[in-house]
């Protein structure tokens, strides 16, 4: 199904406190892309974590991603900020963006998605207000907002291309909690730019790395250190963002009557 962006002045998503998060986002392309560089022809070939995708699809979709972000920072630090996504369909347009760079060689996919990817770090470097307006699938957002969805989308694919090929992914505290706390606010964030018009809270209490902090869910999503009480998730802190993302249960479901704050990425997906 298609996302419902919200282009308001008032963003959809707000991290309070939050500062730059720019190197943790170079920290993880610039391991992703020597990892890649490391690969040989058939574990370009082998199926990664995503349906039907092997570990080139997967890098071929984060070249097209790394473009749209760098076009997103530069019209955010513009004052122009971007409405691509309004037609966006996450369960059929990566496909196609995908589809349309199989012909190509794992070195011509590598170099594509290194051009990328150092122009959209380039221009993230280039941020002096984290606060401008940019556009990432919930709408118009921060940019550290929109930087968080950066990492946290390549953080997980990273772990899509390691995992099937018996690699051990690093785990870098700062890129786990930054992962984990979009993680959590992106479904709530989905179903309030959908007009859904459900309020609550969703707390966080994780560990290895420690990180504590709640989601509050109202016209707008805004996340803040400490927790509330409330429906609560607890346990490892990796295995949260797998299950927020899909790749595995959450170590403490929620009660059935606050499963709607879970919702918003499931629908778009279309998984159960």
């Excluded at 995908?98 to 590598?110: A, M, N, Q």
């Excluded at 018009?197 to 400490?226: I, N, S, W, Y």
Aim: charged share 20%; hydrophobic share 45%; proline share 7%.
């Amino acid at each position: 199904m298609q996302i419902s962006p919200v282009y308001d002045d008032v963003p959809v998503l707000t991290f309070e406190g939050l500062g730059s998060p720019a190197a943790a986002v170079r920290r993880q392309r610039e391991r992703l892309l020597a990892l890649l560089g490391t690969l040989s022809a058939p574990q370009w070939d082998t199926p990664s974590r995503c349906d039907k995708w092997s570990v080139k699809d997967v890098v071929a979709h984060l070249v097209g991603v790394d473009r749209f972000w760098e076009i997103s920072v530069a019209a955010a630090m513009r004052g122009e900020p971007t409405t691509f996504l309004a037609n966006f369909d996450p369960a059929a347009t990566p496909e196609q963006m995908v589809d349309g760079l199989r012909t190509l060689s794992p070195d011509e996919v590598l170099a594509q998605f290194e051009a990328k990817t150092s122009a959209f770090l380039a221009t993230l470097d280039t941020v002096t207000d984290w606060s401008q307006l940019s556009e990432a699938p919930p709408g118009h957002i921060p940019l550290h907002a929109t930087a968080l969805h950066a990492l946290w989308d390549a953080w997980i694919h990273e772990r899509d291309i390691m995992l099937p090929l018996a690699l051990t992914p690093v785990v870098d505290d700062e890129e786990v909690r930054l992962a984990l706390r979009y993680a959590a606010a992106l479904s709530p964030a989905i179903s309030v730019a959908a007009r859904a018009g459900r309020r609550g809270t969703l707390a966080v209490q994780a560990k290895d790395p420690a990180c504590a902090f709640t989601v509050h869910v109202e016209d707008t999503v805004v996340v803040r250190d400490g927790l509330v009480g409330g429906p609560t998730l607890r346990g490892d802190a990796v295995e949260l963002v797998e299950g927020l993302s899909h790749r595995g249960p959450l170590p403490s479901p929620l009660a059935a009557d606050d499963m709607w704050l879970l919702a918003g990425l499931a629908d778009v997906f279309d998984v159960a």
